[in-house]
C-alpha cells in the first residue's frame, strides 16, 4: 500500500477548508494552518497557527509536504472602510500567497492548488460575456486584482520550476451537504462541498506536471462559464446541480 | 491657448523617466518623484522626494495632476539575494504600484500611463509564440509576475472607475539618443528614446476612456510582438528602426 499524501491546507478553518477536511479525509493526511479560530480537528491532523503573511513560518510549514492547498484569504467585516481591507488583501492575499509558493517551492513540492474566483473575471460576467480559463483578465474588486496576482504567480512557478498549479475560481460556496439549489437555468453560481472536494481530489491525482485555470462550479453555469478544461486536464466534471434540470 | 498638462512622473531619475524630462518638456508641466537620487531639473520642475512605497505621500502628490506616468520600480544590484529582491519587488512595484492607482482614482485623475515589461509575457517569447497585448499572461521572472499585477491592477481600475489606462510593455531601454540599431530582422528589443516618449504622448492624447496593453518597441519586432493595437488605439507606431532594413 503506498503512502497517503500528506497536505499542507491553509485557510483551514474557512468554508472551503472545512469541507476538504470532511470529504478529503479518508484519502490523504493533513497539515492545518489556522490563523486564529482553531475549530475541532482529530488526532492524527498536524496544527499551525501563524498568518500566512508570516514568511518562515510558511517555509517551514511547507517541509515534507506532497501538496499544497493554499485557501487563506484576508476576511473583512461589513464596516471594514476600503483603504483598511485593500491592506488586508495585500498582506494576507498577496505578501501570503507569494510567501506560501515560494515556500513550495523552496521545498520542492510538486503541486499547489490555489482557491481563485470568478471575481478575477467579473467584468466579462457583468457585461454577459461567456469565458473559460483562457481570457485575459478583467478583475471586478480588489480582491478579484489579488486572485490574479495568484494566478500570474501560479503560472510563474508552473513555467519557471515545473510545479503544478492549479487555480480553482471558486464563486459561491456555502459549505453544506447539499447536492441540488435552485438557480435561473444556466446561471448557477453555486458550488458543492463534494464537487469542490472531487475538483481539488482530481487535481492531486492528475499527472504532473499541469498548470490549469478552472472555474470551479456546480452543473448549470453553462451560460457564463467553460468548465471543459478541468475536464480534458484533470477529469474533472461537476456531479451535483446548481440549477434546475432543463 | 489652453492650459498645459501637469503630469505626475513617478521613477523620473531613471532611464525611462530621464528621456520623458528631455523629450516632453516643451508640451507639458512635470511633478516628478524622486526616490533619493535627484538629478538636475528645471526650474518650473515640481519636486517630491519619497518611496513609491509610502501611501499617504502619492495621495498627496496626485493632487492637481491631468495623468500620473508610472515608472518607479525596484531596481536590485547584481548580488541582491532572491529573497531580498523578491521583497523590494513586493514593496515597490506591487504595493507601490496599488498606492499610485488608488491615489490616482482619489483625486479623479483621468490617465495613467503604466511601465509594464514583456517579461509579463515572457515564457511566450522564450517558445518562440508571437504575442500581441491580449493574452494571458506568463510570467518568466518575479518581476514579470509584478508587472502583470500592475495590468491586472490597471484593468481594475479602467473597468471599475472609467479611468484611462495604458500599460505599456517596454523591453530593451538604453536612454540614448539613437534612432538606429542593429538586431537580427524582426526580433528587435530595443526602444529608442523618441519613440518612447511619443507613444507617452500618444496615450496622453488620446480619447478618453481606453485601456490598452502596448508592446513599446521600435521598428523590428515584428517576429515577436504585434504593435497593430497601439496604431489602432493611440495613432502610435514607431519610427525608429531596431533591426537593419529588409
Given amino acids: 500500500m503506498s503512502r497517503r499524501k500528506k497536505l499542507f491546507i491553509t485557510g483551514a478553518a474557512g468554508l472551503v477548508g472545512s469541507a476538504l477536511r470532511r470529504y478529503l ?34 517555509v517551514e510549514a511547507c517541509e515534507g509536504v ?17 483603504t483598511r481591507y485593500n491592506q488586508m488583501i495585500m498582506e494576507t492575499n498577496i505578501q501570503g500567497t507569494y510567501n506560501v509558493f515560494e515556500a513550495a517551492r523552496i521545498h520542492g513540492v510538486p503541486k499547489v492548488v490555489f482557491a481563485s474566483t470568478n471575481h478575477v473575471t467579473g467584468f466579462y460576467e457583468q457585461e454577459g460575456t461567456r469565458t473559460g480559463g483562457d481570457v485575459m483578465v478583467r478583475p ?28 480553482l475560481r471558486i464563486a459561491n460556496f456555502p459549505n453544506t451537504d447539499e447536492v441540488n439549489r435552485e438557480y435561473e437555468t444556466g446561471k448557477n453560481r453555486w458550488l458543492s462541498s463534494r464537487d469542490c472536494s472531487e475538483l481539488v481530489h482530481c487535481c492531486l491525482e492528475a499527472p504532473h506536471p499541469q498548470f490549469g485555470i478552472f472555474y470551479a462550479v456546480s452543473q448549470g453555469a453553462d451560460l457564463k462559464w467553460d468548465l471543459s478544461n478541468a475536464k480534458q486536464l484533470v477529469g474533472w466534471e461537476p456531479q451535483d446541480r446548481g440549477s434546475p434540470s432543463p
Avoid: Q, W
Fill in 66 to 82: 506532497d501538496a499544497v492547498i493554499h485557501l487563506g484569504i484576508a476576511i473583512s467585516g461589513k464596516g471594514t472602510p476600503r
Fill in 25 to 58: 479525509r479518508d484519502r490523504y493526511d493533513f497539515r492545518l494552518l489556522f490563523h486564529r479560530t482553531i475549530p475541532e480537528t482529530e488526532p492524527d491532523d498536524e496544527i499551525i497557527v501563524s498568518d500566512v503573511a508570516n514568511y518562515e513560518n510558511m
Fill in 140 to 167: 471586478d474588486s480588489m480582491y478579484g486584482v489579488s486572485k490574479a496576482y495568484g494566478e500570474a504567480l501560479a503560472r510563474h512557478y508552473h513555467d519557471a520550476f515545473g510545479m503544478s498549479c492549479y487555480c
